[in-house]
């Protein structure tokens, strides 16, 4: 079965300080995409990365990195020099190759303060 | 390009009443899914369309939940009669085909009393 873990429920910071968001998942897939979705006070679920299983190579998007380790089954996400408009929870999801439904942790709620 | 739409954004209604939610997705996106987040835990899957029949229902939590799709456009999700524990947010989401990424709506906050 599938399962993403991020053991973090709640985080927080102030301003201008790294932090890094943990994800850990299981799947008997050998071929799988991961992905971050971000939701702020808003409400939205907005996209932030999708990688496929078989591109370990980490991502770099501005502030924002991802730190994808197959042998640890583990897709980090970091967020340098934090902002108070990152505040927000965070999800970590996952999906067969072949896409469909995706499976998500219970969320990392982050909050920056100034 | 406008994106995935949701209405209403909040619904509040007495335990047993019936609730339509609605959601019209990106234009030109077949795949079209629905999601739940129940009392901060994590975001569920419902359903998944593919145009206008269900591809997948694994998630569906019981026959009071009922999903269309008439002409593979616009969804609805019908939920009667309502239960305490239907509370929660409902997110629809759409993606071009089964392989791309998904994106979300805004939600609908369902509370029922």
């Known amino acids: 079965a599938q399962k993403v873990t991020q053991a973090q429920t709640e985080i927080s910071v102030v301003e201008k300080e790294d932090v890094t968001l943990d994800c850990v998942y299981e799947t008997r897939d050998t071929t799988y995409y991961l992905f971050w979705y971000k939701q702020p006070p808003s409400g939205e679920l907005v996209f932030l990365i999708r990688r496929n299983s078989f591109d370990e190579q980490n991502e770099i998007s501005g502030r924002y990195s991802w730190n994808f380790q197959k042998s640890t089954s583990s897709f980090n996400f970091t967020i340098t020099a934090s902002q108070v408009v990152d505040s927000a929870v965070y999800f970590c999801?996952?999906?067969?190759?072949?896409?469909?439904?995706?499976?998500f942790g219970q969320g990392t709620e982050l909050s920056v303060k100034p | 390009e406008a994106g995935v739409t949701q209405f209403p954004s909040h619904s509040v209604i007495e335990k047993g009443q019936t609730v339509t939610l609605r959601c019209d997705p990106i234009s030109g996106h077949d795949n079209l899914y629905w999601y739940r987040r129940v009392m901060g835990k994590e975001i569920k899957f419902l359903l998944h369309f593919v145009k206008e029949s269900k591809q997948d229902e694994s998630g569906m939590p019981n026959n009071r939940f009922l999903a269309e799709r008439t002409g593979g456009t616009y969804s609805t999700l019908k939920v009667q009669p309502a239960e305490l524990e239907d509370s929660g947010v409902y997110f629809c989401?759409?993606?071009?085909?089964?392989?791309?990424?998904?994106?979300f709506g805004p939600g609908t906050r369902l509370t029922v009393l």
């Open positions: 999801a996952l999906s067969e190759a072949n896409g469909g439904k995706l499976i």
């Open positions: 989401a759409s993606s071009l085909t089964r392989a791309d990424t998904q994106y």
